[in-house]
Each structure stands twice: as structure tokens, then as C-alpha cells.
């Protein structure tokens, strides 16, 4: 990470006025949101412009035919080109024709990832944003932190300086007050502007027609009011039928904002009259710089299918955190991850991928249906095959590679450590290492791993006719092992044998994470030859992660890498795997196991893990569970937010893992319950580290352990 | 109807839009001419009124409304309108399920009047309250027609700390006036 990136980090993160004002609005967002599609079925909604924008990425090059034609026989100029300085030759040699001199936008994106301004007022043109979040940015100098909110950034007071400072002496920070000036000061260049440039949300190839949504109204003024109307569309925005833009606008404004429909919504089809009854100059183009490359990409055209709502913005735990500026000029958050790795080049993104914490928040409400965090992780590989890994990485992923270092390493590890632990923590870390435990204790290695214990287990082997293989993990193996021996003493009770092959070793998923593909696969294989070699009904892992990995990631790092020759076994192993809670839930409804009655265990709170929530979609059964055992669950706020632990996250970026799990820390404590439990042993390591760190008297135990002696 | 209209009415004052619904015509037409001298509307500068041509307007006796409400014009400007408090048009449909109107607004002087002024005066039939969107969309059809307003309350921002604002660069009051008994409502 350059030194500069990780600066822009510190800078938003002790911008307080950002981070407060991010924070309130993530907390409200998801309220009006979920208000705004009461009565909607939002996935069959999604379904649909799923199906609507897959099709027209699948066919680009003819809809924007049709669109030319059908536009231009109602009296518009189409002009295509995946040239950005085209565009800009196109648009100042038109304005050079016509004498333009005075130039107002409503907003458009497309015209700042191309950074058009600069180039009009270069040839001498006064250009005025009159989106007023746009127009306060282009006041203040600076670019939108933000898709649908460019200037969520800023206050009320920073927007008075800048009005003071730029336009009018005087302003004071009063919210309608500022908004007046700024409708006093636009109307007259509205008035007198000779060209007019908006962007697009959806082109329509069937009509030629623009959809252009605003909630102030400026779209219809600048559309209106001056002689030529130039539309810089994105060929993304193209869609095959007018009833495509139905589903899309259901969507859009509940999405974006929390509105049924944005107040003005304008369907453009074809030149209308000026106000002084000459016809209007209407020019439309359709700008591509790399859409269609992207489309041709099978693993990226879905990002094609985003309709710019920010949803994946208002959601994401780091993006409120460190607000929109970080991620670069034009488009920010998860998705502008994505675009700028398209739009700009693969190398820009090469430190905001890093920002992703993979926590899945933002792929259920995404109105496109992009998985984001995996788009993400995508681009991390690819950017490891382009330039390598580090000499750093590559070390460690040599070790992991080799099963036998790795795990004498990590054995080691328990002797070493010994000068810094305290009990079951280690609180200090020489020099560089100590970032890791500035904001949370770690757990120290345990003395014996749980490849050790587990044998010294007397299992009712006699009894047992069913075997399920154990998947521990290396959290679990080396530092948990009493999370492993509690799930082997679970299972028993079910008169099932557990089964713990010693040549399992990493999942994989650090390796995968860091864009470490060779190295993901080779622990893949790894694993479905040890994991496959006993017969048995399930394979299951108290990990998340493990499970998530072993149920899709070998599947898919093999796809990546194009390597069939285990796809099969990579298949059946996916087919067996089942996580902790799922199972022994399974095995309740079956009758196999019985929780003790009666029991009175008081009052806990239960923290979601990102991958068990959203990728295994547990969230009922573990809760389930601890109710028949007679805990009461007072659900916390934000209960499935990330801790910020997300592996070597918390590592690479601990400036952003710390308020994340302070946060989470806060809503446990709210919920005045004397124990978190969670399905995941990575977000125990942060939450029971960041509670002895702050010593708060609560515990924080897996699900595993909070069962272990509360069946008959 | 009444069911389809009191959905529309609830969806549009969620959105801060005035709805006032009249049996006939003249009712409607009575209830303007008052808003117009209370907001008052008068032939000094700034406080006028634009009336856009439609089918409300048939028949009526402009010259006798420019009596009775001196300061409304027909002659739909881009000066007039800049000039004006209030803007009145006629709009062709509306969507119960987000209380939006929608109009064919080809026409420059109909969008002049809804955009400049600050108060937006918008006339419709009550029977032209139709479900959704797609419903409209049939009836007013992008492929025929070159410019489709709609209009779901007046114009607002949330730019500045995520206040709700008002009236930034549109109208920042719109007043729905629906008639029951209008016999030609243009299509
Ligand atoms: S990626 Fe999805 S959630 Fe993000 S802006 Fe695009 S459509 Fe919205
Ligand atoms: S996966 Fe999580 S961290 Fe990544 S973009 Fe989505 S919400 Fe943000």
C-alpha cells in the first residue's frame, strides 16, 4: 500500500464531522429503504433488471444500432465513440460551432470520469454544476465523495465557507438559507446558458429515449432552457424495451434514496422545441471507454447490471467509516472499486481493493445483483498475476503452502510466544507487530493443537455406525482446540463418531484473499484428498470461513484457474459440507440429539458472522439452538455487521478493523447481556480480544462452546 | 375511483404535495382563481401567474380570468415564466402507487410554467389516475412522444447534511387540483 493511500485513510478517519455524518446516515438509510419497499417484491424486482441489463450487456453493439436510428429519426444527433477524449473533441468542436460560452450540467457521471469540465473551461467556457451537492463540490474544488450524495462530506458550516468564500460574502450555516442562495445564484446562468449537458440513467434502444432522474428539478431546466442539449451516456445505461424502465425505476429511487420515485423523472425521445420555438439541438453520446471490454469479460459483465444506487456505499462498514474521497475521484465505494479497475486501469485500484473487508453487507440489497466483494477479490488476483505478490506474502504462502512447516511453525509459535502472553492472551508484540494488538489482545497459541487433544478423546467407537469428518482449521486447530473438543463431544451424544484427518491444513482462504490463487488451489487439493479419503455422512467445520471455503471457494479458485482436473472431487466435497449450527440443528429436528430442559441460562446476545449469514445463510439455526437451551437472546443493534476482523484485514488495515469492532463492541454492551456468542472463531478472536483489551467483563464464546454440556 | 384517488391523494401528500378534488369544472376553476388572488397574484413584478394551453382551459373566458386575477398570462414565455409565482398546466395522467403525475411535455410552455415559478398549479381529471408507471407508459408512449414529465411533489434536495430542502431549483410548493366532470381532458 503506498504511503499516500494509507494517509487519505488517517485524514478521513479523524475527520469526525465525515464519519459522524456517514454513520448517522448508514443508521437511517436501511430504515427508509426497507419503508420505501414495503409492498415490493424486491427479488423479483432485482430478477428483472437482472434479466433486462444481462441482456443488453449481452448485446451492446445492437442496441446502440437501434438507439442511433431510433434517435435519430426523432430529430437527435447520436454520436458514438469509446474514445473519453472524443467525447471532449466532439463536445467543444460542437461548442466552438454554435459560440457556446456558457455551459450548465445536471449531474452526470460519465462526464467526470472523463473530467470534462476541465477541458470546457480550458477552451474558455464558464461551466456551472447546478446539481447543488455537485455544485458546492465544483465550488470547493474537490471531487464527489459520494455516487448519489456528492457532498455528504461536507456541513452546513464547510458549505457556508465555500459560499462565502467563492460566491457571496456572508453566508451563514443555516440549511434553507443556503439552499435559496444557491437557487438565486443558478436560476440566472440557467437563464443564460447557451448549452446544456446532463448524463443518463437509462437509454431505452426501442424509442432512442433518455430517462434522466433529479429530485431538484435542474435536469428539466437544463434540458429545457437552453438551445442545444448535449447527453454523455455510458453504453451500460442502454436497455432493450420501454417497459424495461419500469422495474429499473422501481428500484433506483427506493434504492437510492428511499423514495417511491424521485420527484422529477424526464423520458427524453427527441428533440422538442426551444423556448423561442427553434428546434433543439439534441446530441447524444454514447460513450463506451472499456464497457464493452468489460462485457466481454464473463466474470465482470454483471457488474454492467449496476444501476448507480450506492446502496453498496450506504452499507458498507468501511465506507462509512472512511467516506467516498479514499477511493478515488469519480466513482467510490465497492462498486467504484470495480468501475475505476475498468474505467480508469487495473493499477488504480490496486490500493482500494485492499478497502473491500468481504463482509458481504452490500450483495443482498444490490438492485444489480453484483457480487461485489467476489468482483473484488477478482481484481486482487488479477493484480497478483500482473504484478506479483510481495516478497512478504510470498514467504508466508510458501510456509502455508507446505502442511509440515506451516504446522511446526505454528507449534513453535507456542513457545516463542511465551514472553508475551498473559493466561490465554498475548497483549504485547514486538516492534512491527505490535499494530496487532494496539486495539485488541490475540489469542495465544495453544500448547497443544486440537490434532493432538482430539486423539486423546475416548470416543464410543463401538456404538458408532455413523462418521462425519471434522474440518477444524487453523484457528480452531491451533488456538481454539477446546472449540473442536466440544463439537466432538456434541456429536457423540448423537452417537456419531468424528473423525479428524491430520493432513488437513489451511482452507486456503488467506491465500485466495490476498489474490494467492496457485497457493489457494494447492491448499484446495490439500484438503479434498485428505477430506474424501474416510467415508462419512458430512464434513463439518465450526468456521465459517473453512466452511464457506470448502462449499464454494475450491469450486470457484479452481474456475479461476481454470483447473478441471479436481472440479469433481472439489463438487463432492461441497455437497458433504455443513457448518456447526446447520448440523446440530439437523440433528435436533431428526431426534438425534436433546437439549436438557428447564434450564434458565440468561440473557446473551448473538453476533452474525459475514460468512455464515450471507454466504451459508444460517442466522436462525444457531439462534434456535441457544434458545432451546434456555438462553434468552436480546438481539443487539446491527447484530450481522461486521466485527472487522475478516482475517489478514485486521492486519493490513487495522486503522479500519479498530472503529469497526468498537462499534460492534458499543452495541454488544447496549444489549446488557452477560455473553456474545458467535458461529465463527476469527470473530471470536477479535471480540473476546477487544473485550479483554477494553475489560469489559462480558464473555464471548462460539456457539460450540456455549452447547457443549447442554444435551442429554 | 374513489378508492384509486384517495390511494393517489395519500402517496402525494406524503410527498408534501396539496391535493383538492372538486366535482365540476367551474368548482375547480373557482378554486384557483381564489389560490392565485390569495397567494397573491397580481400584475407587479414577480407575482405573476402562466397558465399553459389545455383543455381546462376550452371555452373558458381568458379575458375574464385576466380580470378577475390580473397578473395571469397565457402567453407562456421563458421571461414570463421566470418572472412568475405561479405556474398552472394541465397534467395528463398520474400513478396512484407513488402519487406522481405525468404529462406530455412536448410543449416548452408546459414545462416553463412547472419548472420556473414557485408554486406549481397542476389540473387533472380524476379518472386519469391510473395504477403504475407501465400503465401510463401505454398511454403515453415514448415512441411517439419526445419529452414525458413526471412529477412526484415538489422539487426537493437532501445535499446539505442530508436535510430535506424544499424547493431547490423547481416549484417549491405543488398544489393537485383533480376534477371529477371534466369533459375533455386531452389525451
Ligand atoms: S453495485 Fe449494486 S448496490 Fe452498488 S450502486 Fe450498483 S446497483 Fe447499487
Ligand atoms: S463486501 Fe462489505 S466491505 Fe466489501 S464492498 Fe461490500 S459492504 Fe463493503
Known sequence: MTTQFKESIETALHNSNLTGALGRFSEAYRISRAKAYEGIDFEATRDQIVEIKSDASSRFEELAVQFKQSAEACGAKVFRTSDPEQVKKYILDLAKEKGVKRVVKSKSMASEEIHLNKALEAAGMEVDETDLGEWIIQLAHQTPSHMVMPAIHMTKEE????????????????????????????????????????????????????????????????????????????????????????????????????????????????????????????????????????????????????????????????????????????????????????????????????????????????????????????????????????????????????????????????????????????????????????????????????????????????????????????????????????????????????????????????????????????????????????????????????????????????????????????????????????????????????????????????????HLKRTLKASDEPRELLKMAGHEIAEMYECDTCCGMAGSYSIKLPEISAPILERKLKHIKETGASKVVMDCPGCVMQIRGGLDKDGTPIRAEHTVESLANRFK | MNSTFEAFKTKAEAVSAEVHRFPTQAEALAFILGFLQESGVSDAPQCGAVWAAGSFLDGARKDDLKVKVPGITFEVTKEASADSKVGISQLDWAISSTGTLVQDAAAVEKRLVSTLPTIHVAILGTDRILADMGSVLEHLRPQQIDYISFITGPSRTADIERVLTIGVHGPARLIIVVVDEFQKVTA
Not at chain 1, 310 to 334: D, I, M, S
Open chain 1, 159 to 610: 458549505v457556508a465557507t465555500v459560499f462565502s468564500e467563492e460566491v457571496e460574502e456572508g453566508q451563514m450555516p443555516d440549511i434553507p438559507k443556503l439552499v435559496k442562495f444557491a437557487r438565486a445564484k443558478l436560476r440566472p446562468k440557467f437563464l443564460a446558458a447557451d448549452m446544456g449537458i446532463t448524463g443518463a440513467n437509462i437509454a431505452v434502444a426501442e424509442s432512442g429515449s433518455l430517462v434522466i432522474v433529479t429530485n431538484e428539478g435542474n435536469a428539466r431546466l437544463v434540458s429545457t432552457l437552453p438551445g442545444i442539449h448535449v447527453a454523455i451516456v455510458g453504453i451500460e445505461k442502454l436497455v432493450a424495451m420501454v417497459k424495461d424502465i419500469q422495474p429499473i425505476l422501481t428500484a433506483l429511487p427506493r434504492s437510492a434514496t428511499g423514495q417511491l420515485l424521485t420527484s422529477y423523472v424526464s423520458i427524453i425521445s427527441g428533440a422538442v422545441p426551444n423556448t423561442d420555438g427553434t428546434p433543439k439541438e439534441l446530441h447524444i453520446i454514447l460513450m463506451d471507454n472499456h464497457r464493452s471490454d468489460m462485457a466481454k469479460d464473463p466474470m465482470f459483465k454483471p457488474a454492467l447490471q449496476c444501476i448507480r444506487c450506492a446502496t453498496c456505499l450506504n452499507v458498507c462498514p468501511v465506507f462509512r467509516l472512511v467516506g467516498g474521497h479514499v477511493f478515488g475521484k469519480t466513482y467510490t465505494g465497492g462498486i467504484g472499486t470495480i468501475l475505476t479497475a475498468w474505467f480508469d486501469e487495473l493499477k488504480k485500484a490496486d490500493d482500494i481493493q485492499g478497502l473491500c473487508i468481504q463482509c458481504g453487507s452490500c450483495v443482498p440489497l444490490c438492485p444489480g445483483k453484483i457480487d461485489i466483494p467476489g468482483l473484488i477479490l477478482e481484481l486482487r488476483r488479477r493484480l497478483v498475476v500482473e504484478k506479483g505478490q510481495s516478497l512478504a506474502m510470498k514467504a508466508i504462502f510458501g510456509v502455508v503452502n507446505n502442511r509440515r512447516l506451516f504446522h511446526s511453525m505454528l507449534r513453535m509459535a507456542s513457545v516463542t510466544q511465551k514472553p508475551f502472553t498473559t493466561g490465554r492472551f498475548i497483549r504485547h508484540l514486538p516492534l512491527f507487530l505490535s499494530d496487532m494488538t494496539e486495539f485488541r489482545s490475540l489469542p495465544a497459541v495453544a500448547p497443544s493443537p486440537l490434532r493432538d487433544t482430539i486423539k486423546k478423546i475416548d470416543q464410543p467407537k463401538a456404538k458408532a455406525k455413523e462418521k462425519v469428518v471434522f474440518y477444524a482449521g487453523c484457528l480452531i486447530d491451533f488456538c481454539y482446540p477446546e472449540m473442536g473438543e466440544s463439537l466432538v463431544k456434541i456429536l457423540n451424544k448423537a452417537g456419531i463418531e468424528v473423525v479428524f484427518p491430520d493432513d488437513q491444513t489451511c482452507c486456503g482462504a488467506p491465500a485466495r484473499y490476498n489474490g494467492a490463487y496457485e497457493v489457494a488451489g494447492q491448499n484446495a487439493k490439500d484438503n479434498i484428498k485428505a477430506l474424501l479419503a474416510t467415508e462419512a455422512s458430512y464434513v463439518v467445520s465450526a468456521c465459517p470461513t473453512c466452511t464457506v471455503a470448502l462449499k464454494h471457494d475450491f469450486i470457484d479458485t479452481f474456475k479461476s484457474l481454470g483447473d478441471t482436473g479436481t472440479m469433481a472431487d472439489a463438487e463432492k466435497l461441497s455437497a458433504k459440507t455443513i457448518d456447526f449450527s446447520t448440523l446440530i440443528k439437523k440433528l435436533v429436528d431428526e431426534g438425534r440429539l436433546t437439549l436438557k430442559e428447564g434450564e434458565a441460562l440468561g440473557k446473551i446476545t448473538y453476533h452474525d458472522s459475514c
